[in-house]
């Protein structure tokens, strides 16, 4: 049977990807679900291994029907982040190998993510209780540990001790990945927000943008209010609209480029240009006065000088724009008519 404990510094688990998990699993035999309180022992080991670590601790049993069971929820203080650190608290055991192997010894660890001391004397109280605490989880193990019955007493398993700071290896090496990760994100988000600011100066350079002092600094948006931007396909994107409607072409297998251009006389800047069905599409949240006036104005220039035409797509329908006015159809419609 196996015991799973997993270590993060979030308590939306389900939205973590492998990388900010830890995950140490521990081996019990099968006989200790015949113990009237393993289910209970289980939960006390991880309410006691929750107060030995900072992270938030889920505890999950397949036998049991625990899956990513909330032992904590609330992070230690002081702790750094999951993806910063790669040490250990070691619970350790052993036992003597079973019949003609009785001469080797059987180990097995449990690890503790964060630990609270990175060096440990057990000098002071504090200490003395933080010695005690591993101690009681090693007794509630051993209980587990020991419910299958032994025709030798040199084959039960012993708590040997435990070692309060050692280095993962295979954490380290996942820890410099993500590093590395994290560093190369920041340089595209570095790169994105210097382009949206020279977009801004070519808007305010033109005079074509009345509200560009008003942007909230540094999050890609503005033309639409409460707007949350989104990187998709390594492209930044000013609404989680946008990238809905981004991904659709995706599937569709559709060539699109994400505001290519500006159109018309008043400098429109369309959100996608469709090359393979020569056609435009402005993703709106929500009309603003000007877009009326101006984007029909663009139809009429892509019609004009392009052959070209200019669609508008909303959360819950669509318009085909024309110089005379905005023709509402369905998304389904749209996805006909382009």
């Known amino acids: 049977m196996k015991i799973k404990f997993t270590f993060t510094d979030s308590p939306d688990l389900p939205s973590l990807t492998a990388d900010y998990r830890y995950q140490s699993?521990?081996?019990?035999?099968?006989?200790?679900?015949?113990?009237?309180?393993?289910?209970?022992?289980?939960?006390?080991?991880?309410?006691?291994?929750?107060?030995?670590?900072?992270?938030?601790?889920?505890?999950?049993?397949?036998?049991?029907?625990?899956?990513?069971?909330?032992?904590?929820?609330?992070?230690?203080?002081?702790?750094?982040?999951?993806?910063?650190?790669?040490?250990?608290?070691?619970?350790?055991?052993?036992r003597s190998a079973p019949k003609i192997h009785r001469d080797f010894l059987v180990k097995q660890d449990m690890k503790?993510?964060?630990?609270?001391?990175?060096?440990?004397?057990?000098?002071?109280?504090?200490?003395?209780?933080?010695?005690?605490?591993?101690?009681?989880?090693?007794?509630?193990?051993?209980?587990?540990?020991?419910?299958?019955?032994?025709?030798?007493?040199?084959?039960?398993?012993?708590?040997?001790?435990?070692?309060?700071?050692?280095?993962?290896?295979?954490?380290?090496?996942?820890v410099q990945k993500l590093n590395r990760k994290r560093q190369s994100e920041d340089r595209k988000r570095e790169r994105l927000e210097q382009k949206r600011k020279e977009r801004e100066a070519d808007a305010i350079a033109s005079g074509t943008v009345e509200q560009v002092a008003k942007l909230p600094s540094g999050t890609g948006a503005g033309r639409r209010i409460g707007a949350v931007p989104g990187i998709f396909k390594g492209v930044q994107f000013r609404s989680q609209l946008e990238i809905r409607f981004a991904t659709q072409l995706e599937a569709k297998q559709i060539r699109w480029v994400y505001e290519t251009e500006r159109l018309g006389e008043g400098n429109y800047l369309v959100d996608f240009y469709l090359p393979q069905m020569k056609c435009w599409v402005e993703v709106k949240g929500q009309f603003e006065p000007r877009d009326h006036y101006l984007l029909r104005d663009?139809?009429?220039?892509?019609?004009r000088e392009r052959e070209e035409r200019l669609f508008v797509y909303t959360q819950a329908k669509a318009f085909k724009v024309t110089f005379q006015e905005f023709e509402q159809i369905s998304h389904q419609e749209f996805w006909s008519k382009i």
């Open 25 to 94: 699993p521990f081996e019990v035999p099968d006989t200790a679900l015949q113990l009237a309180d393993c289910r209970d022992r289980i939960l006390t080991i991880g309410q006691l291994i929750g107060q030995l670590t900072h992270a938030i601790l889920y505890v999950s049993c397949k036998e049991l029907e625990l899956k990513d069971y909330p032992v904590k929820l609330v992070l230690g203080d002081d702790s750094k982040p999951i993806w910063y650190t790669w040490h250990d608290l070691v619970i350790q055991f052993s």
């Open 112 to 174: 503790i993510w964060l630990p609270i001391y990175h060096t440990y004397t057990g000098i002071t109280e504090a200490e003395r209780s933080y010695k005690g605490l591993i101690q009681s989880v090693a007794e509630q193990f051993l209980a587990l540990l020991n419910s299958e019955p032994i025709t030798n007493e040199h084959e039960r398993w012993q708590y040997i001790g435990f070692i309060p700071y050692q280095r993962d290896n295979a954490t380290f090496k996942r």
């Open 298 to 303: 663009v139809a009429a220039y892509l019609e």
